[in-house]
């Protein structure tokens, strides 16, 4: 199993709505990842969970509030969004050997109205 | 720092032309450079990547050498297919911080 697989595909959520985005592998990966992507952007890193623990916050607004219940699960918990906020938002997840890629999944579409 | 310059798009070929799609980077220390491919609407896929200097790498007719004294990761194909129409990131990282830097993507568009 070499899938990173992401729930929902799509999301529409109003201003005030609370949301949560979520994304699993099997791979044994140790190293969990959230990106944001915007239409013809490359994407643009959000957070880095290395062993379950939080490693990098890229400056990201509170509004975004991640979480690693597990080595297995990501959860990216969205809350008073704004509409520039809406994007494809990317989960990966890598081991933590040298010299190793990334493995994304297809993506959430958000839209924020 | 740490960054990654791609050329800029769209490109647009014809079927069967030559593809090259120009990546250089700036690194401090030595990075393990990548090429993903997305198609419209998915997310990344690996398309290949090289670990250390003068490495190819190879895959689907793509392919691009680790150039460390040009610091280059040029991504070439021979003969390109209307099913290769994408947007191509060159990427490289590091180990340490799980930090992958992405370049910003070229659109290639191949018609029949």
């Known amino acids: 199993d070499t899938e990173v697989t992401q729930t929902p595909k799509h999301l529409v959520m109003g201003m005030t709505n609370k949301k949560s985005l979520k994304c699993e592998q099997h791979?044994?990966?140790?190293?969990m990842y959230w990106y944001k992507q915007k239409a013809k952007k490359p994407p643009e890193l959000m957070f880095v969970?290395?062993?379950?623990?939080?490693?990098i916050n890229e400056s990201v607004p509170s509004r975004f509030s991640p979480e690693c219940p597990n080595s297995s699960l990501l959860n990216l918990h969205l809350h008073a969004l704004q509409p520039e906020d809406s994007a494809l938002y990317l989960c990966a997840s890598s081991t933590d050997r040298e010299n190793t890629e990334a493995f994304f999944g297809q993506g959430t579409r958000l839209t924020v109205v | 720092g740490n960054s990654v310059t791609q050329m800029e798009g769209p490109v647009t070929l014809s079927e069967e032309a030559f593809l090259t799609i120009n990546c250089t980077y700036t690194a401090t220390g030595y990075p393990s450079l990548f090429w993903y491919v997305q198609y419209p609407g998915e997310g990344l896929q690996l398309l290949l990547k090289?670990?250390?200097?003068?490495d190819k790498g190879s895959n689907k007719g793509f392919e691009a050498t680790y150039r460390k004294e040009t610091t280059s990761f040029h991504l070439e194909k021979g003969s390109v297919q209307v099913s290769d129409s994408a947007v191509y990131f060159c990427?490289?990282?590091?180990?340490?911080?799980?930090?992958?830097?992405f370049g910003t993507g070229t659109s290639l568009t191949v018609i029949p």
């Open positions: 990427a490289l990282s590091f180990r340490t911080g799980n930090q992958f830097y």
């Open positions: 791979m044994g990966h140790r190293a």
């Open positions: 090289a670990t250390k200097a003068d």
């Open positions: 969970y290395s062993y379950e623990k939080l490693s």
